[in-house]
């Protein structure tokens, strides 16, 4: 089953200030994929993420979704497609686990609808698929950062959008949940069809997980396809500034990057 909402990038330059973060960029997400964005720290991804939701509004170019540019679209009709896992979210003070998930809900209510057994279904399974409904009652400031991880993870399950947005959703989670969590969105990209875009920091997770890669560096994209096209020793020096061996991952057969540090480069004939 796939969703089939076209969400294009053109020409799209960001700043901060006089500072450009992102140089007259250009992309297709390919609908019912997973897309990783992977890059250098500062390189841009969070800020081309954060304009592809609207959070941030182009110099020039545009984000366009199903033919409508984002920044013109209704934000409830926009937050019925699209969710958005900004990075390090904040929860109103005093808040409980169940009720920042229900917020997911809100798109899906009008001015004067109020909460129905649908909106009860999608935050329980939200709640369960994270592993959090044990949490339901507990103030969200008193978890761990992993718990709130996977709490702001079930909101954004809770909306239940065709097309899913995540920055950095891996942070701050050990190494058992970070494959739940990648295997979850692979569920519902694989279930419902959902298109997930998500920004990474482990290349060999992106390159096991994601369809599409997506290489950024200083602003711009740098290389583009699959794991097997865009993972490669001459991408991760010149996006990373890294020298490594790329070999084949012996569990999935996609690539698998193995970086040399000072101490490595001689043994490995670097």
């Known amino acids: 089953m796939t969703i089939d909402h076209t969400l294009e990038i053109e020409h799209l330059t960001l700043a901060y200030g006089d500072r450009v973060v992102v140089d007259d960029l250009d992309l297709v997400v390919p609908p019912g994929r997973m897309t990783a964005i992977v890059g250098a720290n500062a390189c841009g991804k969070s800020t081309l993420l954060r304009s592809m939701s609207r959070l941030l509004k182009p110099v020039s170019g545009r984000v366009v979704l199903d033919g409508s540019e984002v ?8 937050a019925r497609t699209l969710g958005l896992l900004p990075q390090s979210p904040v929860a109103p003070e005093g808040i ?10 809100h798109p899906h209510q009008g001015i004067l609808s109020r909460w129905t057994t649908a909106d009860d279904v999608a935050v329980a399974a939200a709640l369960d698929a994270t592993d959090t409904t044990v949490l339901a009652d507990r103030a969200v400031d008193e978890l761990s950062g992993g718990q709130r991880q996977r709490v702001w993870i079930a909101m954004a399950l809770a909306q239940q959008t065709d097309l899913l947005l995540l920055d950095e959703p891996t942070t701050f989670l050990d190494v058992s949940h970070q494959i739940e969590v990648l295997d979850l969105l692979t569920d519902l990209n694989r279930s419902r069809g959902t298109t997930v875009v998500m920004v990474l920091h482990d290349l060999n997770l992106a390159a096991r997980y994601a369809d599409h890669l997506v290489a950024v560096a200083g602003g711009r994209v740098h290389a583009v396809g699959t794991p097997h096209e865009v993972l490669t020793e001459d991408c991760v020096r010149a996006v990373f500034g890294l020298d490594s061996r790329v070999i084949t991952d012996p ?20």
């Open 71 to 78: 920044h013109r679209l209704p934000a409830r009709q926009l």
């Open 251 to 270: 569990t999935t057969g996609s690539p698998m990057m193995l970086p040399l540090g000072r101490h490595h480069r001689a043994a490995a004939g670097a």
């Open 96 to 105: 409980t686990v169940a009720d920042l998930v229900g917020r997911g809900r």
